[in-house]
């Protein structure tokens, strides 16, 4: 009876696949994806590839893609709301080949169970930006990439929950990581992921043994933090937008010590839009970075970067080619005149009748004062408002800097230079 049933099932099944509307999809994705030969965005527009886009569709269920066509190159799902992944998503009794890509982002994903993804073995790209997950539940799984055999790319730009503190997702990370055995993985995103340090964790990337690329930009890191010397393959990390002021000795011997042994081949290291400080702290990097034209540590484009702070106060918003002076500031005397304090062992006082004028000459100075404050502050205000237009397009551009999440469209020109993409 039991086979009986499972039969009939299976039956049904394909019979609802055999189902195609108008869409080229099965009549199980209501109308509202699409499917058939196409461009991808993934591969830079080469070739056509068969694809199953369902992109804003408003779905709050994945249950139609246990009918995903068993000949897709390409699955787009993204924009809906599935805040859980149910295990085996796709169908088990199919072995899609064919799929290389998977794009599941944007879907307030917030738990992947560890038997979500099966028959994925051929997928070369996974890409979960811009989701909600959650890896530190006593309930998640480490194994929630592990039937992705030969995967090469996995995206996770902005795709960790803002609810819980990085530092404890990271040791969650390098669990996945191991427990996934992702031994072909080349390229990594970790973009726009609030992390402030990898220090505590500093060997999460060493589950990772065929790592080319590390990206790590639009995040809060300081330094350079995290081990590299067990990635024998890596060539280009990523750090741009970060809140560097300047790499540590750690930092910067670790990345030449690890280009000692290479052959031919660089290191590329990317650190625009920091908030670098050019003073005398900042000597050993300034130095460093002089020196990396002719090392194995090619830090791109680093004479195109610029001072945010520094000393002398000339340095700053000076183009970091045009340095040659590094001072140390005087502490708390930084463009302030030193104010005459006289010898305790001088006889000299002051008279009554000066002290009464120097305190009636400060009052009405400090009434002035105070007064021209007011004045000058109301009338920035007022300003601002009548102006208000002007002044909001003025303070946006840097406002969404401050607190953008930037929401990638493509992925080509994400990852390294042309001269050195996979």
Known sequence: MAMKFLIISVALLAACEAIIDETGCPDAFKKRCH??????????????KFTVNCTNTGFSSADMLTYLPEHTEVLIFTGNTIETLPANILDNFKEY????????????????????????????????????????????????????ENLERLHLTNAFTEKVNASLYLQNLEDVFYESDLECLKVLHLEQNEIR???????????LPDLEQLLLGDNRLQ???????????????????NMISRLSKPAMSKLDNFTKNKNNSKLQVKLSDNPFNCDCRASDFYHWLKSSKSSKVDVIDWDKYDCID?????????????VHDLRCPETGTSNVVKKHVPDPSSSYQYSK???????????VTIGVLAFFLVFTTSMLFAVAYFQRQKVKGIIMPYWDFITRKIGYVGISNEEAPQEVNV
């Open 35 to 48: 499917c058939g030969m196409a461009f991808s965005t993934y591969d830079n527009f080469k070739e056509r």
């Open 97 to 148: 080949e064919n799929l290389e890509t998977i794009d599941m982002s944007n879907n307030d994903i917030r738990f992947i169970q560890g038997k979500t993804f099966h028959k994925v073995y051929n997928v070369r790209t996974l890409i979960l930006n811009h989701n909600d997950i959650d890896i530190t539940e006593d309930k998640a799984r480490p194994r929630i990439f592990s039937n992705f």
């Open 197 to 207: 340090s990898i220090g505590n964790n500093e060997k999460v990337f060493c589950q």
């Open 223 to 241: 330094d350079l933090d995290f081990r590299i010397d067990c990635l024998p393959n890596l060539r280009y990390i990523d750090l741009e937008r």
């Open 310 to 322: 520094g000393y002398p106060q000339e340095n700053v918003g000076l183009n970091f080619s045009m």
């Open 353 to 363: 009748e000066s002290s009464e004028h120097i305190a009636r000459h400060s009052s």
